[in-house]
Structures are given as structure tokens and as C-alpha cells.
């Protein structure tokens, strides 16, 4: 599992939390250790790669059509 996929599965679980509780609660349940200033990048990445998926599939759907 990357760590992207950690923190997904993580903000999945928390929600809306501090970067610092996200970070602890990845360390605690997978040994991970990903320091709170790079959590806003990991969300970014994470909103991006959804944005994508959800234009490979209305392309896909487009394509069907």
C-alpha cells in the first residue's frame, strides 16, 4: 500500500481532522511515519487523482454511447 493509499484510507476513517491527528492515527494503525507539513500535498494528490477517475469513466460512458 503507497502512502497515499494510507492517507486515503486514513482521512476515509478521521474526516476533517488536524494533520497532526492524521499523521498520528497512520503511525499507530500502519508504522508509517509521514511528517503533518506534507499532508495539504497528499490531499492535493488524492483530490486529483479522484478528479481523474472521474473523467476516465464519463469518457468511458461518453464512448459507450
Not at 476513517?13 to 499532508?39: R, W, Y
Not at 500535498?41 to 464519463?58: G, P, S
Request: charge should be neutral.
Amino acid at each position: 500500500m503507497t502512502r497515499t493509499e494510507i492517507v486515503r484510507q486514513a482521512l476515509m476513517e478521521l474526516g476533517d481532522t488536524p494533520a497532526n491527528e492524521i499523521c498520528s492515527f497512520i503511525q499507530k494503525n500502519h508504522g508509517v511515519t509521514i511528517d503533518p507539513k506534507f499532508m495539504p500535498l497528499f490531499k492535493a494528490t488524492i483530490q486529483d487523482l479522484e478528479k481523474m477517475n472521474r473523467f476516465r469513466q464519463a469518457a468511458r460512458t461518453e464512448e459507450a454511447a
